[in-house]
Protein backbone atom coordinates (compact mmCIF):
# COMPACT_ATOMS: atom_id res chain seq x y z
CA UNK A 1 0.00 0.00 0.00
CA UNK A 2 0.59 3.52 -0.72
CA UNK A 3 0.34 6.73 0.83
CA UNK A 4 -0.53 9.75 -0.40
CA UNK A 5 -1.75 13.72 0.65
CA UNK A 6 -3.45 15.73 -1.76
CA UNK A 7 -1.88 19.05 -2.34
CA UNK A 8 -5.01 21.06 -1.41
CA UNK A 9 -7.14 19.57 1.23
CA UNK A 10 -4.01 17.73 3.27
CA UNK A 11 -6.44 14.86 2.92
CA UNK A 12 -4.50 11.51 3.23
CA UNK A 13 -5.52 8.89 1.23
CA UNK A 14 -4.49 5.37 0.83
CA UNK A 15 -4.02 3.46 -2.74
CA UNK A 16 -3.08 0.42 -3.95
CA UNK A 17 0.43 0.35 -6.16
CA UNK A 18 -1.43 0.47 -9.22
CA UNK A 19 -2.35 3.76 -9.50
CA UNK A 20 1.79 5.01 -9.41
CA UNK A 21 1.89 1.83 -12.65
CA UNK A 22 2.30 3.17 -15.92
CA UNK A 23 2.76 6.44 -15.63
CA UNK A 24 6.04 7.75 -17.47
CA UNK A 25 9.04 10.53 -15.94
CA UNK A 26 11.90 12.28 -17.22
CA UNK A 27 15.06 10.96 -16.41
CA UNK A 28 18.15 11.03 -17.52
CA UNK A 29 19.45 7.11 -18.50
CA UNK A 30 23.21 5.75 -20.22
CA UNK A 31 22.73 2.49 -22.25
CA UNK A 32 26.29 2.71 -23.03
CA UNK A 33 29.93 3.53 -21.39
CA UNK A 34 31.14 6.35 -22.86
CA UNK A 35 31.36 10.59 -22.72
CA UNK A 36 28.56 12.45 -21.52
CA UNK A 37 27.04 12.22 -25.24
CA UNK A 38 25.78 8.72 -24.12
CA UNK A 39 23.41 10.46 -22.13
CA UNK A 40 19.62 10.49 -22.68
CA UNK A 41 17.11 12.01 -21.44
CA UNK A 42 14.30 9.95 -21.81
CA UNK A 43 10.62 8.83 -20.60
CA UNK A 44 10.75 6.42 -18.13
CA UNK A 45 8.79 4.70 -16.25
CA UNK A 46 7.89 6.30 -12.76
CA UNK A 47 8.74 4.01 -9.46
CA UNK A 48 6.62 2.64 -7.30
CA UNK A 49 8.06 2.14 -3.81
CA UNK A 50 7.66 -0.98 -1.92
CA UNK A 51 7.11 -1.40 1.55
CA UNK A 52 9.96 -0.09 3.18
CA UNK A 53 10.24 2.47 0.73
CA UNK A 54 10.08 6.43 -0.16
CA UNK A 55 8.78 7.76 -3.14
CA UNK A 56 10.39 10.96 -3.71
CA UNK A 57 9.80 14.10 -5.89
CA UNK A 58 13.21 15.16 -6.79
CA UNK A 59 13.68 19.18 -6.86
CA UNK A 60 17.35 19.25 -6.96
CA UNK A 61 20.17 16.93 -7.15
CA UNK A 62 23.92 16.93 -7.14
CA UNK A 63 26.96 16.06 -9.44
CA UNK A 64 29.79 13.77 -8.17
CA UNK A 65 33.13 12.39 -9.63
CA UNK A 66 31.49 8.93 -9.51
CA UNK A 67 28.72 9.87 -11.71
CA UNK A 68 31.62 10.11 -14.58
CA UNK A 69 32.89 7.46 -13.63
CA UNK A 70 30.43 5.24 -13.47
CA UNK A 71 29.44 6.62 -17.53
CA UNK A 72 33.19 6.07 -18.92
CA UNK A 73 32.92 2.42 -16.97
CA UNK A 74 36.84 3.18 -15.86
CA UNK A 75 38.77 2.00 -14.61
CA UNK A 76 37.63 -1.45 -16.84
CA UNK A 77 38.92 -3.65 -13.89
CA UNK A 78 36.13 -1.95 -11.06
CA UNK A 79 33.25 -2.80 -14.41
CA UNK A 80 32.51 -6.28 -12.46
CA UNK A 81 31.59 -4.58 -8.87
CA UNK A 82 29.90 -1.21 -10.72
CA UNK A 83 27.99 -2.25 -13.64
CA UNK A 84 28.21 -4.61 -16.35
CA UNK A 85 31.29 -5.41 -18.14
CA UNK A 86 30.20 -4.53 -22.21
CA UNK A 87 27.47 -2.17 -20.74
CA UNK A 88 25.79 -0.66 -17.40
CA UNK A 89 23.70 -2.48 -15.83
CA UNK A 90 22.17 0.15 -14.05
CA UNK A 91 21.31 3.15 -16.92
CA UNK A 92 20.49 5.40 -14.19
CA UNK A 93 23.03 8.11 -12.88
CA UNK A 94 22.90 10.57 -9.44
CA UNK A 95 22.77 9.92 -5.82
CA UNK A 96 22.36 12.79 -3.73
CA UNK A 97 19.00 13.96 -4.11
CA UNK A 98 16.34 16.59 -2.46
CA UNK A 99 13.07 16.97 -2.63
CA UNK A 100 8.86 16.27 -1.59
CA UNK A 101 7.78 12.76 -0.11
CA UNK A 102 4.97 11.98 -2.69
CA UNK A 103 4.31 8.75 -1.16
CA UNK A 104 4.99 6.46 1.04
CA UNK A 105 5.39 2.50 1.67
CA UNK A 106 3.07 0.74 4.52
CA UNK A 107 6.16 0.03 6.76
CA UNK A 108 7.66 3.82 6.52
CA UNK A 109 6.84 5.30 10.08
CA UNK A 110 9.28 8.12 10.10
CA UNK A 111 8.15 10.21 7.26
CA UNK A 112 4.64 11.65 5.72
CA UNK A 113 3.57 12.50 1.70
CA UNK A 114 4.46 16.40 1.94
CA UNK A 115 7.32 16.29 3.83
CA UNK A 116 10.91 17.77 2.50
CA UNK A 117 13.75 15.40 2.41
CA UNK A 118 17.04 15.16 1.67
CA UNK A 119 19.43 12.25 1.15
CA UNK A 120 20.46 9.12 -1.29
CA UNK A 121 18.65 7.91 -4.08
CA UNK A 122 19.76 5.65 -6.85
CA UNK A 123 19.05 7.46 -10.05
CA UNK A 124 19.13 10.70 -8.96
CA UNK A 125 18.99 12.36 -12.19
CA UNK A 126 15.14 12.16 -12.68
CA UNK A 127 11.89 13.49 -11.28
CA UNK A 128 11.01 10.62 -9.05
CA UNK A 129 13.31 8.46 -7.15
CA UNK A 130 12.22 5.32 -5.27
CA UNK A 131 14.61 5.15 -1.81
CA UNK A 132 14.75 3.30 1.26
CA UNK A 133 13.62 5.47 4.85
CA UNK A 134 16.97 5.07 5.94
CA UNK A 135 18.07 7.27 3.21
CA UNK A 136 16.71 10.17 3.91
CA UNK A 137 16.30 12.80 6.78
CA UNK A 138 13.92 16.02 7.13
CA UNK A 139 15.51 19.17 5.30
CA UNK A 140 15.90 21.86 7.78
CA UNK A 141 13.29 24.49 6.70
CA UNK A 142 16.30 27.56 6.12
CA UNK A 143 17.87 25.24 3.96
CA UNK A 144 17.41 25.40 0.37
CA UNK A 145 16.76 22.11 -2.21
CA UNK A 146 19.91 22.94 -4.40
CA UNK A 147 21.57 23.15 -0.71
CA UNK A 148 20.54 20.10 0.68
CA UNK A 149 21.42 18.54 -2.32
CA UNK A 150 24.73 19.07 -2.77
CA UNK A 151 25.44 17.99 0.62
CA UNK A 152 25.22 13.93 0.96
CA UNK A 153 28.06 12.49 -0.83
CA UNK A 154 30.77 15.06 -0.45
CA UNK A 155 30.30 16.18 2.94
CA UNK A 156 30.01 12.09 4.26
CA UNK A 157 33.21 11.83 2.19
CA UNK A 158 34.67 14.78 4.43
CA UNK A 159 32.96 13.71 7.91
CA UNK A 160 34.44 10.63 7.48
CA UNK A 161 38.16 10.98 6.10
CA UNK A 162 38.41 13.85 9.03
CA UNK A 163 36.81 12.07 11.93
CA UNK A 164 37.27 8.14 11.20
CA UNK A 165 40.57 7.69 9.36
CA UNK A 166 41.91 11.53 9.97
CA UNK A 167 40.72 10.79 13.62
CA UNK A 168 41.11 14.68 14.10
CA UNK A 169 41.00 16.55 17.42
CA UNK A 170 40.25 19.63 18.61
CA UNK A 171 43.81 21.83 18.18
CA UNK A 172 45.72 20.28 15.48
CA UNK A 173 46.61 21.68 12.59
CA UNK A 174 44.99 20.26 9.65
CA UNK A 175 45.56 20.50 5.99
CA UNK A 176 43.39 20.45 3.28
CA UNK A 177 44.55 19.86 -0.31
CA UNK A 178 41.85 20.61 -2.43
CA UNK A 179 40.06 23.03 -0.55
CA UNK A 180 38.00 24.52 -2.97
CA UNK A 181 36.36 21.27 -4.02
CA UNK A 182 33.21 19.85 -3.37
CA UNK A 183 34.98 17.25 -0.85
CA UNK A 184 36.92 20.36 0.18
CA UNK A 185 34.75 22.71 1.06
CA UNK A 186 33.21 20.47 3.17
CA UNK A 187 36.05 19.69 4.92
CA UNK A 188 37.15 22.58 5.50
CA UNK A 189 33.95 23.88 7.80
CA UNK A 190 34.12 20.16 9.20
CA UNK A 191 37.48 20.38 10.20
CA UNK A 192 37.01 23.74 11.90
CA UNK A 193 33.47 22.68 13.44
CA UNK A 194 36.08 19.79 15.38
CA UNK A 195 37.83 22.86 16.62
CA UNK A 196 40.98 22.19 14.24
CA UNK A 197 43.44 24.51 13.00
CA UNK A 198 42.90 24.42 9.42
CA UNK A 199 45.27 25.07 6.15
CA UNK A 200 43.80 25.25 2.96
CA UNK A 201 45.64 24.59 -0.60
CA UNK A 202 43.43 25.76 -3.56
CA UNK A 203 44.20 28.31 -6.77
CA UNK A 204 44.28 31.93 -7.03
CA UNK A 205 41.12 32.49 -7.85
CA UNK A 206 39.43 30.85 -4.66
CA UNK A 207 41.70 32.08 -2.11
CA UNK A 208 39.41 34.57 -0.71
CA UNK A 209 36.47 31.94 -0.67
CA UNK A 210 38.27 29.05 1.10
CA UNK A 211 39.08 31.96 4.10
CA UNK A 212 35.75 33.21 3.73
CA UNK A 213 34.14 29.36 5.06
CA UNK A 214 36.72 29.70 7.65
CA UNK A 215 40.33 28.16 6.74
CA UNK A 216 42.87 29.60 9.00
CA UNK A 217 45.52 29.87 6.30
CA UNK A 218 45.44 29.50 2.88
CA UNK A 219 48.42 27.87 0.34
CA UNK A 220 47.94 29.16 -3.64
CA UNK A 221 49.89 25.85 -4.72
CA UNK A 222 50.37 27.49 -7.86
CA UNK A 223 53.02 29.99 -6.30
CA UNK A 224 54.32 27.34 -3.82
CA UNK A 225 54.61 23.87 -2.86
CA UNK A 226 53.38 23.19 1.00
CA UNK A 227 55.42 19.77 1.15
CA UNK A 228 58.78 21.32 0.63
CA UNK A 229 57.77 24.23 3.62
CA UNK A 230 58.96 23.29 7.46
CA UNK A 231 55.44 23.67 8.68
CA UNK A 232 54.21 19.83 9.27
CA UNK A 233 50.57 18.79 9.75
CA UNK A 234 48.53 16.47 12.47
CA UNK A 235 45.94 15.48 9.68
CA UNK A 236 46.48 15.75 5.66
CA UNK A 237 43.60 15.11 3.84
CA UNK A 238 44.18 15.00 0.31
CA UNK A 239 40.86 15.40 -1.83
CA UNK A 240 42.50 16.84 -4.50
CA UNK A 241 45.72 14.64 -4.67
CA UNK A 242 48.83 15.68 -6.60
CA UNK A 243 52.01 15.04 -4.67
CA UNK A 244 53.97 11.85 -3.83
CA UNK A 245 52.85 9.95 -0.71
CA UNK A 246 56.41 10.97 0.05
CA UNK A 247 55.84 13.81 -0.01
CA UNK A 248 53.12 13.96 1.99
CA UNK A 249 54.74 11.82 4.35
CA UNK A 250 57.23 14.38 4.82
CA UNK A 251 54.79 17.16 5.54
CA UNK A 252 53.54 15.40 8.41
CA UNK A 253 54.20 15.73 11.78
CA UNK A 254 55.93 12.44 13.58
CA UNK A 255 52.25 11.24 14.22
CA UNK A 256 50.26 12.64 11.70
CA UNK A 257 48.12 10.82 9.36
CA UNK A 258 47.63 11.46 6.33
CA UNK A 259 43.83 10.34 4.32
CA UNK A 260 43.76 10.37 0.31
CA UNK A 261 39.93 10.90 -1.41
CA UNK A 262 40.77 11.64 -4.70
CA UNK A 263 43.23 13.42 -7.32
CA UNK A 264 44.41 14.64 -9.88
CA UNK A 265 46.29 11.34 -10.46
CA UNK A 266 43.82 8.87 -9.36
CA UNK A 267 45.16 5.77 -10.70
CA UNK A 268 48.89 6.31 -9.30
CA UNK A 269 47.68 8.23 -5.89
CA UNK A 270 45.50 5.28 -5.12
CA UNK A 271 47.70 2.49 -5.90
CA UNK A 272 50.62 4.60 -3.56
CA UNK A 273 47.71 4.84 -0.36
CA UNK A 274 46.73 1.15 -1.00
CA UNK A 275 50.57 -0.79 -1.48
CA UNK A 276 52.74 2.21 0.39
CA UNK A 277 50.91 3.28 2.54
CA UNK A 278 50.61 0.46 5.39
CA UNK A 279 54.73 -0.02 4.41
CA UNK A 280 55.36 3.58 5.32
CA UNK A 281 52.62 3.33 8.90
CA UNK A 282 55.04 0.26 9.04
CA UNK A 283 58.25 1.60 9.67
CA UNK A 284 57.24 4.93 11.46
CA UNK A 285 54.55 6.40 13.56
CA UNK A 286 53.08 8.27 10.73
CA UNK A 287 49.55 6.36 9.04
CA UNK A 288 49.06 6.81 5.16
CA UNK A 289 45.65 5.45 3.98
CA UNK A 290 42.90 5.90 1.78
CA UNK A 291 38.68 5.66 1.90
CA UNK A 292 36.05 5.64 0.35
CA UNK A 293 32.70 7.33 2.27
CA UNK A 294 29.82 5.00 3.28
CA UNK A 295 26.54 6.26 3.53
CA UNK A 296 24.41 5.80 6.89
CA UNK A 297 21.77 7.09 8.53
CA UNK A 298 23.29 8.15 11.62
CA UNK A 299 25.62 10.82 9.72
CA UNK A 300 23.37 11.83 7.49
CA UNK A 301 21.75 13.15 10.78
CA UNK A 302 24.76 14.44 11.92
CA UNK A 303 25.35 16.67 8.98
CA UNK A 304 21.79 17.77 9.02
CA UNK A 305 22.52 19.17 12.97
CA UNK A 306 25.52 20.48 11.32
CA UNK A 307 23.99 22.44 8.27
CA UNK A 308 20.91 23.70 11.14
CA UNK A 309 23.15 25.30 13.33
CA UNK A 310 25.14 26.86 10.11
CA UNK A 311 28.30 25.00 11.32
CA UNK A 312 28.44 24.15 7.72
CA UNK A 313 27.07 25.80 4.49
CA UNK A 314 27.36 24.06 0.92
CA UNK A 315 29.34 25.99 -2.07
CA UNK A 316 27.29 25.69 -4.93
CA UNK A 317 29.20 26.76 -8.38
CA UNK A 318 26.79 25.81 -10.91
CA UNK A 319 23.02 24.89 -11.52
CA UNK A 320 22.14 23.25 -14.60
CA UNK A 321 18.50 22.01 -15.60
CA UNK A 322 18.23 17.87 -15.78
CA UNK A 323 18.38 17.99 -19.71
CA UNK A 324 21.91 19.52 -19.47
CA UNK A 325 23.58 16.83 -17.60
CA UNK A 326 26.08 16.10 -19.78
CA UNK A 327 27.12 19.95 -19.34
CA UNK A 328 27.50 19.27 -15.97
CA UNK A 329 29.27 16.29 -15.75
CA UNK A 330 31.94 17.73 -18.99
CA UNK A 331 32.31 20.98 -16.06
CA UNK A 332 32.78 19.06 -13.17
CA UNK A 333 35.14 16.45 -14.66
CA UNK A 334 37.29 19.88 -15.77
CA UNK A 335 38.00 19.95 -11.91
CA UNK A 336 37.81 23.84 -11.54
CA UNK A 337 34.59 23.72 -9.83
CA UNK A 338 34.14 25.80 -6.92
CA UNK A 339 32.27 23.19 -4.26
CA UNK A 340 29.19 22.03 -5.63
CA UNK A 341 27.83 21.33 -9.41
CA UNK A 342 23.66 20.79 -8.82
CA UNK A 343 21.02 19.94 -11.01
CA UNK A 344 17.54 21.65 -10.54
CA UNK A 345 14.46 20.03 -11.95
CA UNK A 346 11.85 23.00 -11.55
CA UNK A 347 10.71 25.00 -13.46
CA UNK A 348 13.59 24.36 -16.12
CA UNK A 349 12.69 20.55 -16.83
CA UNK A 350 10.30 21.77 -19.31
CA UNK A 351 13.17 22.25 -21.35
CA UNK A 352 13.23 18.57 -22.87
CA UNK A 353 10.05 18.81 -24.47
Partial sequence: MVVFQHPDTKVFLAATNILVLNMKMKAIVAERYGSPDALELKDVEKPTPTDNEILVKVHAASVNPMDWHLLEGKPFIARPMTGGLLKPKN??????????????????????????????????????????????????????????????????????????????????????????????????????SFGAEVTGVCSTRNLDMVRSIGADHVIDYTQEDFTKKEQRYDLILATAGYHSIFDYSRALSPKGIYVFIGGSRLMRSLLQAMLLGPLISMTGNKKMTSMIAKRNKKDLVFLKDLLEAGRIKPVIDRSYPLIEVPEAL????????????????????????
Fill in 91 to 192: TRLGVDIAGKVEAVGMNVKEFQPGGEVFGSGRGGFAEYVCTREDSLVLKPADVSFEEAAAVPTAAFTALQGLRDKGQVQAGQKVLIDGASGGVGTFAVQIAK
Fill in 330 to 353: RYLEEGHARGKVVITLEPNLRKAD
